[in-house]
Protein backbone atom coordinates (compact mmCIF):
# COMPACT_ATOMS: atom_id res chain seq x y z
CA UNK A 1 0.00 0.00 0.00
CA UNK A 2 2.71 2.27 0.77
CA UNK A 3 4.48 2.03 -2.31
CA UNK A 4 1.55 2.64 -4.34
CA UNK A 5 0.45 6.05 -2.69
CA UNK A 6 4.29 6.49 -2.84
CA UNK A 7 4.22 6.48 -6.86
CA UNK A 8 0.71 8.27 -6.72
CA UNK A 9 2.29 11.26 -4.98
CA UNK A 10 5.76 11.15 -6.92
CA UNK A 11 3.90 13.05 -9.78
CA UNK A 12 4.80 16.85 -9.82
CA UNK A 13 1.14 18.07 -9.81
CA UNK A 14 -0.56 17.90 -6.48
CA UNK A 15 -3.42 15.24 -7.66
CA UNK A 16 -5.95 16.30 -5.01
CA UNK A 17 -4.94 19.76 -5.65
CA UNK A 18 -3.60 22.75 -2.95
CA UNK A 19 -6.81 23.89 -1.08
CA UNK A 20 -8.42 22.70 1.42
CA UNK A 21 -11.42 20.26 1.99
CA UNK A 22 -14.62 22.08 2.22
CA UNK A 23 -15.35 20.45 5.47
CA UNK A 24 -11.95 21.02 7.33
CA UNK A 25 -12.62 25.36 6.18
CA UNK A 26 -16.10 24.53 8.39
CA UNK A 27 -14.55 22.54 10.83
CA UNK A 28 -11.63 24.87 11.63
CA UNK A 29 -14.08 27.82 12.83
CA UNK A 30 -15.01 26.10 15.47
CA UNK A 31 -11.86 24.53 16.73
CA UNK A 32 -10.07 26.03 19.56
CA UNK A 33 -6.04 26.40 18.68
CA UNK A 34 -3.79 24.34 19.89
CA UNK A 35 -1.84 20.83 18.65
CA UNK A 36 -3.66 19.05 15.69
CA UNK A 37 -2.61 15.58 14.01
CA UNK A 38 -3.90 15.02 10.26
CA UNK A 39 -3.44 11.53 9.51
CA UNK A 40 -3.23 9.85 6.15
CA UNK A 41 -3.05 13.59 4.79
CA UNK A 42 -1.51 12.76 1.55
CA UNK A 43 0.39 16.01 -0.12
CA UNK A 44 -0.85 18.36 3.11
CA UNK A 45 -3.55 20.32 1.62
CA UNK A 46 -5.46 20.21 4.88
CA UNK A 47 -2.37 20.43 7.60
CA UNK A 48 -1.12 23.92 5.42
CA UNK A 49 -4.29 25.35 5.37
CA UNK A 50 -4.87 24.77 9.41
CA UNK A 51 -0.91 25.95 10.01
CA UNK A 52 -1.81 29.04 7.90
CA UNK A 53 -4.80 29.84 10.72
CA UNK A 54 -2.08 29.32 13.85
CA UNK A 55 -2.25 25.40 14.62
CA UNK A 56 0.90 23.55 15.28
CA UNK A 57 0.22 20.62 12.71
CA UNK A 58 1.71 17.21 12.17
CA UNK A 59 1.02 15.16 9.56
CA UNK A 60 1.79 11.30 9.33
CA UNK A 61 1.42 9.73 6.19
CA UNK A 62 2.76 6.52 4.75
CA UNK A 63 4.23 8.21 1.38
CA UNK A 64 7.41 9.72 1.83
CA UNK A 65 6.47 11.57 -1.66
CA UNK A 66 3.13 12.69 -0.35
CA UNK A 67 5.34 14.17 2.94
CA UNK A 68 7.79 16.05 0.50
CA UNK A 69 4.98 17.61 -1.01
CA UNK A 70 3.29 18.28 2.22
CA UNK A 71 6.66 20.22 3.20
CA UNK A 72 7.12 22.03 -0.20
CA UNK A 73 3.41 23.30 -0.31
CA UNK A 74 4.44 24.40 3.39
CA UNK A 75 6.66 26.92 2.33
CA UNK A 76 5.21 28.09 -0.45
CA UNK A 77 2.56 29.28 1.65
CA UNK A 78 5.09 30.36 4.54
CA UNK A 79 3.92 28.26 7.69
CA UNK A 80 5.70 25.40 9.46
CA UNK A 81 4.37 21.70 9.56
CA UNK A 82 5.83 19.01 10.99
CA UNK A 83 6.09 15.56 8.93
CA UNK A 84 6.69 11.97 9.55
CA UNK A 85 6.57 9.06 7.91
CA UNK A 86 4.05 6.68 9.83
CA UNK A 87 2.20 3.29 8.88
CA UNK A 88 -1.00 3.02 11.26
CA UNK A 89 -1.16 -0.12 10.89
CA UNK A 90 1.97 -0.10 13.33
CA UNK A 91 1.88 3.21 14.80
CA UNK A 92 1.90 2.99 19.00
CA UNK A 93 -0.45 5.88 19.53
CA UNK A 94 0.14 7.75 22.87
CA UNK A 95 -2.41 8.70 25.41
CA UNK A 96 -3.85 12.25 25.62
CA UNK A 97 -1.30 13.81 23.55
CA UNK A 98 -3.67 16.01 20.86
CA UNK A 99 -6.08 18.82 20.93
CA UNK A 100 -8.03 17.62 17.18
CA UNK A 101 -7.06 14.83 14.79
CA UNK A 102 -8.30 15.69 10.79
CA UNK A 103 -9.12 12.71 8.94
CA UNK A 104 -9.67 13.33 5.09
CA UNK A 105 -10.82 10.50 2.63
CA UNK A 106 -8.36 8.37 4.27
CA UNK A 107 -9.53 4.86 3.56
CA UNK A 108 -7.87 2.40 5.56
CA UNK A 109 -8.67 -2.00 5.69
CA UNK A 110 -11.17 -2.48 8.47
CA UNK A 111 -8.51 -3.98 10.74
CA UNK A 112 -6.40 -1.20 10.14
CA UNK A 113 -9.64 1.56 11.01
CA UNK A 114 -10.61 -0.59 13.87
CA UNK A 115 -7.44 -0.04 15.38
CA UNK A 116 -6.57 3.46 14.11
CA UNK A 117 -10.09 4.51 15.75
CA UNK A 118 -9.16 3.34 18.90
CA UNK A 119 -5.82 4.96 19.19
CA UNK A 120 -7.66 8.47 17.91
CA UNK A 121 -9.92 7.95 21.07
CA UNK A 122 -6.75 7.03 23.38
CA UNK A 123 -4.72 10.10 21.92
CA UNK A 124 -6.98 12.78 21.84
CA UNK A 125 -6.77 15.14 25.07
CA UNK A 126 -10.33 15.56 27.61
CA UNK A 127 -12.10 17.83 25.35
CA UNK A 128 -10.05 17.39 22.20
CA UNK A 129 -11.95 16.93 18.19
CA UNK A 130 -12.08 14.03 15.74
CA UNK A 131 -12.73 15.68 12.85
CA UNK A 132 -13.05 14.15 9.30
CA UNK A 133 -14.86 13.76 5.92
CA UNK A 134 -14.98 9.95 4.72
CA UNK A 135 -16.49 8.05 1.80
CA UNK A 136 -19.65 5.87 2.58
CA UNK A 137 -20.67 2.43 1.24
CA UNK A 138 -22.91 4.88 -1.12
CA UNK A 139 -20.20 6.14 -2.71
CA UNK A 140 -19.59 3.03 -4.72
CA UNK A 141 -22.76 4.56 -6.97
CA UNK A 142 -21.14 7.63 -7.77
CA UNK A 143 -17.61 7.13 -8.87
CA UNK A 144 -15.78 9.94 -8.33
CA UNK A 145 -13.11 9.33 -5.83
CA UNK A 146 -12.25 6.75 -3.13
CA UNK A 147 -11.40 3.31 -2.76
CA UNK A 148 -13.92 0.85 -5.04
CA UNK A 149 -13.50 -1.76 -2.06
CA UNK A 150 -16.93 -1.06 -0.18
CA UNK A 151 -15.21 -2.56 3.08
CA UNK A 152 -12.96 0.27 3.26
CA UNK A 153 -15.86 2.87 2.89
CA UNK A 154 -17.40 3.92 5.71
CA UNK A 155 -20.91 3.00 7.45
CA UNK A 156 -22.06 6.28 9.03
CA UNK A 157 -24.08 3.89 12.02
CA UNK A 158 -20.50 2.36 13.06
CA UNK A 159 -19.05 5.76 13.13
CA UNK A 160 -21.49 6.67 15.76
CA UNK A 161 -21.34 3.68 17.59
CA UNK A 162 -17.24 3.66 17.89
CA UNK A 163 -17.55 7.48 19.25
CA UNK A 164 -20.64 7.01 21.82
CA UNK A 165 -20.61 8.91 25.00
CA UNK A 166 -18.56 11.76 22.75
CA UNK A 167 -20.53 15.28 22.46
CA UNK A 168 -21.52 15.45 18.45
CA UNK A 169 -20.84 18.76 17.64
CA UNK A 170 -21.71 17.96 13.75
CA UNK A 171 -22.65 14.49 11.96
CA UNK A 172 -23.64 14.86 8.49
CA UNK A 173 -24.16 12.00 6.07
CA UNK A 174 -24.95 12.73 2.25
CA UNK A 175 -24.35 14.24 -0.82
CA UNK A 176 -21.55 16.70 -0.97
CA UNK A 177 -19.85 18.36 -4.35
CA UNK A 178 -16.08 18.01 -4.42
CA UNK A 179 -13.63 19.19 -6.70
CA UNK A 180 -10.42 18.46 -5.22
CA UNK A 181 -8.01 17.86 -8.00
CA UNK A 182 -7.75 15.48 -10.09
CA UNK A 183 -9.32 12.68 -8.29
CA UNK A 184 -12.32 13.94 -6.26
CA UNK A 185 -14.61 15.27 -8.70
CA UNK A 186 -18.57 15.90 -8.62
CA UNK A 187 -21.07 14.69 -6.27
CA UNK A 188 -19.96 12.52 -3.46
CA UNK A 189 -21.83 10.47 -0.97
CA UNK A 190 -19.88 11.19 2.67
CA UNK A 191 -20.02 11.16 6.45
CA UNK A 192 -18.65 14.13 8.11
CA UNK A 193 -17.73 14.08 11.83
CA UNK A 194 -16.83 17.04 14.51
CA UNK A 195 -17.16 14.49 17.64
CA UNK A 196 -15.76 16.33 21.27
CA UNK A 197 -13.99 14.02 23.65
CA UNK A 198 -15.51 14.94 26.67
CA UNK A 199 -13.96 16.60 29.60
CA UNK A 200 -13.60 14.03 32.62
CA UNK A 201 -16.44 15.03 35.62
Known amino acids: MGNYWHERFSAEEYIYGKEPNQFVVEAASMLPKGKVLCI ?4 GRNAVYLASLGYDVTTWDFAQS ?3 KTRQLAEEQGVSVKTELRDLAEVEWEAEQWDAIV ?3 GHLPPDIMDRTMEGIQMTLK ?5 ISELYTKEQLRFGTGGPGNAAMLVDPADMLKKFDGYFIKHFYVGEV ?3 EGLQHTGQAHVAQSMFQKREEA
Open 40 to 43: AEGE
Open 66 to 68: GLN
Open 103 to 105: HVF
Open 126 to 130: PGGYY
Open 177 to 179: NRE
